[in-house]
């Protein structure tokens, strides 16, 4: 954007956003120098507008850096990305995870990523890689494999032709999925065996909105082997679908 | 601040702030007179601000309208109030509901009220008034109780002096009160009885910090009544705040 200085509000909102955009889950703290970096913006202006963002309450002084504020969490509380769908499924997933003890997620498609907008697990649960906010990939998920076989063609024709390698497990030969898929949508479940994570698998099953059957998102359950309790946790993962599906 | 005009960041900063504070759990999705009238700021000024918000990813349009967008949402994920407090106490919080079936909070104190980190509760759960980012009396609510008792004295004979009533049931004579206190230091729990809400009763235990045996935060439940399963309860709340206590 041409002319800065006759705009001065709409450099701002963006560098103070950028500012925001360089906290991530592996960067909690920042010091002034580190922000100005990651946000491409001098130390002055950094300086200058991380002081504005501390006296708002977005950002706190922690021991020389930063972190996020206060406001930004309050605030974050409150951003409806797929707001109703989550509550709405909070509580089912809660109970999901009381009848199997296992790590249980709520994922919707977002682009050709499954976005995890839910994630219950337990001291005891299978360690997994993906958190609420992560975006991993479609086939080398339970939960992504439920989604994309509920997916348009053509998305599923464009992703076959590079199916990336996750673990040595990861299926990237494009008709051995489409077999997969085309078995989840009959089955009505997806499994994964260390697909995305060595020593964890996965059982996953669509969430059908009640008005109009299209798939809204996927459930699953990560844990370190499928050979025990399939049916107990293929029955919670139901309950939960249809729990959500009926009020959606 | 004089000299606004010299300093166009600054003013801009806390009218973006201002906007993005606009939106709470009751106003999820607000028109651009709206966001302007709560953010006391011009239409024209909100209108160009709001443009640069939706460009940044902050904002999302809706129908004539704005929500809080993906932006805010990643960030909110991200903001650390009490980040490793909320992580480490996660999953003991839902393996307390998986024992119980009851809601379950974790609260920190935060001056005079308590501060709700987490909230887990299914579908035959108990309904409250608290969500996560809530804060409620510390006189009315079981988690409030635990940390008051564990509170400088200072800040028990400055709140007894105003008890505000919530239901006919809140206590609200300071003696009464005080005695309750003492009683819940003495027994390591708390409970209340239709104090803050018609319906709901809690029980709730500190979580001690290993390293000094002070009081990190309180975890309690919320029930229809605690005639019945009081010892399974309190078994789940001490089995949650050890495993969490341990670890801080």
Known sequence: MAGNTSVPGA?????????LRAFDGNHHRLTLT?????????????????????????LDRDDGGYR???LLWEVG????????????????????????????????RDGDQALYLLAVRGPASTPVVSSVGSRLPLHATGVG???????????????????????????????????????????GMATTAE????????????VFRASDGSVAAAIGVVVGTLRHDRQRMLAALHTAACGVGRRL
Not at 195 to 206: H, K
Request: proline residues 5%.
């Open 68 to 70: 996020l504020g206060r």
């Open 195 to 206: 697909e995305m994570t060595l020593g964890a698998c996965s059982l996953a099953v669509p």
């Open 11 to 19: 450099t701002v909102a963006s560098r103070l956003l950028a500012l």
């Open 34 to 58: 580190e922000l100005a970096r990651r946000a491409e913006l001098p130390v002055p202006t950094a300086h200058r507008l991380i002081a504005e963002l501390v006296a708002g309450g977005a």
């Open 145 to 187: 494999k439920v989604l994309l076989a509920h997916s348009p063609d053509a998305l599923r024709e464009r992703l076959a032709a590079g199916l990336i390698r996750v673990t040595a497990h990861t299926i990237t030969h494009a008709p051995v999925l489409a077999a997969q898929l085309e078995r989840i949508r009959c089955d």
């Open 77 to 108: 509380l409150h951003a409806q990305i797929h707001g109703r769908l989550r509550r709405i499924a909070e509580p089912y997933l809660y109970d999901a995870y009381a009848a199997t003890m296992a790590t249980v997620h709520l994922a919707v």
